[in-house]
DNA sequence: GTCTATACGCAGATAGAC
DNA sequence: GTCTATCTGCGTATAGAC
């Protein structure tokens, strides 16, 4: 991207920024049209409605999200590099797009069926997780990790990880950090929850 | 409340269900009205304006979420107990109100001040963080449990527990389970969590 | 207290000039 | 392609009868 953005991709990067603060029903055209630095018509002249717009968002978004998780998944080749690799990778992602987490919950929280329209649209399955089970139910079998269910694992390690993004506000009033304190907190956190994982799962 | 409920009641309790599904920007006066069994005007007579109405539900909410929490952590003698007594506790309470958690977070998100006001509201201090966290260091410093800073372990707790709440449509969709599988899913996951932190915990 | 009818403003969407 | 002006519907809020 050297040359200027064209106006459809202002507009995109204008929407992004206001669904994923506001969510879809708290975004207003208005809002976008004002960060694109263009007027409401031309949005609508370029994307039809309010609802098709917040499907592109939605759309990349998700899509932000998964391929990477895919990666790691049918890349790794034992639990304790796959956790090593997922959580720096995961949370930095979540530091640059901080309203990101929050958004893709609430919008499956609303429309539960939009995550599995795009799933369904995809050729290759885009989240593997039987990948993952059967890592973890081999390292199991062979004692390497104590027993554990593989869908309590995963679940573990995407709280861990997610959790403080989408509490951001509450958490820092409640543990008094500001700014800058959370942010620390975020990088000490990711070392953190490698060794909450990790020695938790020792036979 | 043995008796049939008043309007201003049965008001209140449509509005929690409404406002806790959709949160502020997406409920409809509509709806509420409806599940209430009355019309619109008169929601405006007992509680003036949506915005009003609102301040009264993110309240009580905020209160049945803060006291509990206060109480474990006063009463706890050591870190072991705070765990089995907080996970399951909890867990139960976001169960019964499964809206509860995604719904206070999201709106704390929109208005940060919001929580502030109602705590500084308080007499007695909502959050005393230091009894757990002067929990954590004496046990630390004794070598009951490894070195952890408490801010790290109270949000992996939080984020343990709340989490599948806040995810829990992406998770029974990428994890394939239905209802009733996601209801044992985080019946199993009480006990799985307790054993999660308490083996990492040891020091 | 509870209703019906209605006012009012906001936000999404369209028409049409340039 | 981009703008100004306008339409339309929806959602909050009020007026007023009962």
Redesign the interface.
């Known amino acids: 991207m050297l040359q200027d953005p064209t106006t459809e991709e202002r507009i995109i990067a204008a929407a992004k920024a206001v669904f994923l603060e506001?969510?879809m029903?708290?975004a207003r055209m208005q809002d976008i049209a004002d960060r694109a630095g263009i007027n409401k018509a031309l949005l609508h002249y370029y994307f039809r409605s309010k609802d098709k717009l917040f499907q592109i968002i939605f759309q990349e978004s998700i899509q932000t999200f998964l391929p990477k998780i895919r990666m790691l998944m049918v890349e790794s080749t034992d639990v304790d590099q796959f956790i090593r690799q997922f959580v720096p990778t995961y949370m930095n992602m979540l530091r640059m797009q901080p309203y990101l987490a929050?958004f893709?919950?609430?919008e499956?929280?609303?429309h539960?069926a939009a995550?599995?329209d795009i799933?369904k649209g995809n050729e290759e399955k885009p989240?593997p997780?039987e990948a993952f089970s059967s890592l973890v139910e081999r390292e199991v079998a062979s004692g390497a990790i104590?027993p554990?269910?593989p869908?309590?694992l995963?679940?573990?390690m995407?709280?861990?990880c997610?959790?403080?993004f989408?509490?951001?506000?509450?958490?820092s009033?409640?543990?008094?950090?500001d700014a800058i304190q959370f942010d620390q907190?975020l990088d000490?956190?990711r070392e953190?929850?490698i060794h909450?994982?990790t020695?938790?799962l020792?036979p």
Chains 1, 2 share one sequence.
């Open positions: 506001k969510g029903a708290g929050t893709i919950i609430n499956i929280n609303q539960p995550l599995w799933m989240f997780f104590r554990i269910d869908r309590q995963w679940t573990h995407m709280g861990l997610i959790f403080p989408l509490a951001r506000p509450m958490l009033m409640l543990l008094q950090l907190f000490e956190r953190e929850i909450f994982i020695t938790s020792q």
